[in-house]
């Protein structure tokens, strides 16, 4: 994989009805076209996961890159709102809570994510429309 990208990359659970719905929230909210997306589950992802060093069992998590930086979970979550439109950039502050705490919340919705919201056969297929915003 030789491609460079300019842009943030967030990796999501392709097959997760809550994850799918935050990637189109998060493109509604991104009128600088800052973000890139791909599912973790498909070949894109699984290289960028390689290519990282991030274990592959991280499928319960969003994951962003950004300036060759990785962030997982809540602190990837606070880092996308920053660069979203309208008044999300002030969740950014909610890094000062330590990351155990943001975490575990986290982590407690990721788990009943499937049983609270659903889960897809297949991942997502961008609109012919959203396509460009995918890797």
Not at 41 to 70: C, F, R, T, Y
Not at 78 to 92: G, Q, T, V
Request: hydrophobic share 45%.
């Amino acid at each position: 994989m030789n491609k460079q990208f300019t842009h943030s990359i967030i990796l999501f659970d392709g097959v997760c009805n809550l994850c799918n719905g935050a990637v189109n929230f998060v493109i509604n909210r991104d009128p600088g076209n800052v973000f890139k997306f791909t599912p973790l589950q498909e070949k894109q992802g699984v290289l960028l996961l390689k290519k990282h060093a991030i274990d592959a069992k991280m499928l319960d998590s969003i994951v962003l890159i950004e300036n060759g930086n990785v962030y997982i979970k809540s602190s990837a979550a606070l880092r996308i709102a920053k660069k979203m439109s309208n008044l999300w950039p002030l969740f950014f502050a909610l890094l000062i809570i330590p990351r155990f705490m943001r975490d575990g919340v986290y982590d407690f919705i990721a788990k009943n994510r499937y049983k609270w919201f659903g889960k897809k056969e297949q991942c997502m297929i961008p609109t012919p429309g959203l396509r460009e915003k995918f890797l």
